[in-house]
């Protein structure tokens, strides 16, 4: 069986505080490390997702 992991659920003990922190401080430190992207590559949510564009409907 392989090691590793898909992700993370985190969960902040208060917020919106918590997750203040989080932003403030890990993902620095994660971008730092080279483990956490600094911009994204796609324009949109799906590019980023890898995933194809739907086929429009109205266009013949």
Same mark, same amino acid.
Do not use: H, W
């Given at each position: 069986?392989?090691?590793?992991?898909?992700?993370?659920?985190?969960? $902040?003990?208060?917020?919106? &505080? /918590?997750?203040?922190?989080?932003? =403030?401080?890990?993902? %620095?430190?994660?971008?730092? +490390?080279?483990? $956490?992207?600094?911009?994204? &590559? /796609?324009?949109?949510?799906?590019? =980023?997702?890898?995933? %194809?564009?739907?086929?429009? +409907?109205?266009?013949?």
């Amino acid at each position: 069986m392989g090691e590793g992991c898909d992700g993370f659920n985190i969960m $902040f003990p208060f917020v919106p &505080e /918590g997750l203040d922190d989080f932003v =403030n401080k890990v993902v %620095p430190e994660l971008q730092r +490390r080279g483990l $956490f992207r600094r911009e994204y &590559e /796609g324009r949109t949510l799906r590019e =980023n997702l890898g995933l %194809p564009r739907p086929a429009n +409907r109205f266009e013949s």
